[in-house]
């Protein structure tokens, strides 16, 4: 094999894999990928700049200005943010992962309604949701998130002066656990000890740890639950069992999601059914 035949299969595999990551992390960059390679000719001046420049621009307009609009059609309403519903992070809406069911939607708002009215000032903070199209598209690394069905909230926490806040602990809002303590069942332990190895594969990717010094509001956190669990729409609820035990919320809701799965002390896992 030749040098340049060589070179020609290093650069479709690359630009393959390249498609396969942008389409795994926002359902529809691997598409605006393909078209900017199609559009953008190569006997222009600056190409590669040019190229990454199309590509940003055209994402960016299709992400915030024309899928909101189209996710309709597919079942699935954005989550917008007000005082009382907002995404962790920027990087949640960018990447087209705030896309939830109609239903979901409604229960969220009554979910974020109930709540703030012993917790004023205080939002529900999502971390994942669903990708805007198609049942059955995976949104990578959860296993469930691929209906429309489910969301991820995030606890509520208070700082050094017990003042609970909106901050989190992680960039990324997952991975900052709250494990057992002493007399509690230890299940990431357990799940563990059976080989399951990816069970707190969530403490890589917090992306940095932010607002040290913040621990879960115990008060806060069980109201939210509490909130939770009376919407009738709301059929599943994913929780460590120790921090269940912790909140004392009693509910058939509430359930344990199971080794395959990661860990749940780090957000609380909500879905229709």
């Not at 094999?1 to 070179?7: A, G, L, S, V």
């Not at 926002?26 to 006997?43: A, M, S």
């Not at 309403?77 to 809406?93: G, L, N």
């Not at 995976?138 to 991820?152: A, E, F, M, R, T």
Request: hydrophobic letters at 40%; one cysteine or more.
């Amino acid at each position: 094999m030749n040098f340049c035949i060589f070179k020609k299969i290093a650069k479709l595999v690359l630009k393959s894999l390249l498609f396969l990551f942008l389409t795994a992390l926002t359902q529809i960059g691997g598409l605006i990928y393909i078209l900017t390679e199609l559009f953008v000719k190569r006997n222009i001046r600056k190409y590669r700049f040019k190229k990454i420049g199309v590509f940003l621009i055209t994402y960016v307009f299709i992400t915030f200005l024309i899928v909101p609009y189209i996710a309709p059609l597919f079942g699935r309403e954005k989550i917008k943010d007000t005082t009382q519903i907002k995404a962790h992070s920027f990087v949640t809406k960018l990447l087209n992962r705030n896309y939830v069911r109609p239903e979901l939607y409604i229960a969220l708002e009554k979910i974020g309604s109930s709540f703030q009215q012993s917790n004023p000032e205080i939002a529900l903070v999502y971390l994942d949701a669903n990708f805007p199209f198609i049942n059955g598209f995976p949104l990578l690394p959860h296993l469930s998130h691929n209906d429309g069905k489910k969301i991820d909230i995030s606890f509520i926490y208070q700082n050094q002066n017990n003042k609970i806040t909106n901050k989190k602990p992680s960039i990324s809002g997952y991975g900052v656990f709250e494990p057992s303590i002493q007399k509690e069942y230890d299940q990431p332990l357990v799940c563990k000890q059976k080989g399951y190895w990816q069970y707190d594969f969530t403490k890589y990717i917090t992306f940095g740890t932010i607002n040290k010094g913040l621990k879960i509001s115990k008060k806060a956190t069980k109201d939210l639950l509490l909130a939770i669990v009376k919407q009738k729409k709301i059929k599943k609820i994913f929780i460590e069992p120790h921090l269940k035990n912790r909140l004392e919320v009693q509910s058939a809701k509430i359930r344990f999601h199971g080794c395959q799965a990661v860990r749940h002390d780090d957000h609380i896992h909500i879905q229709l059914k």
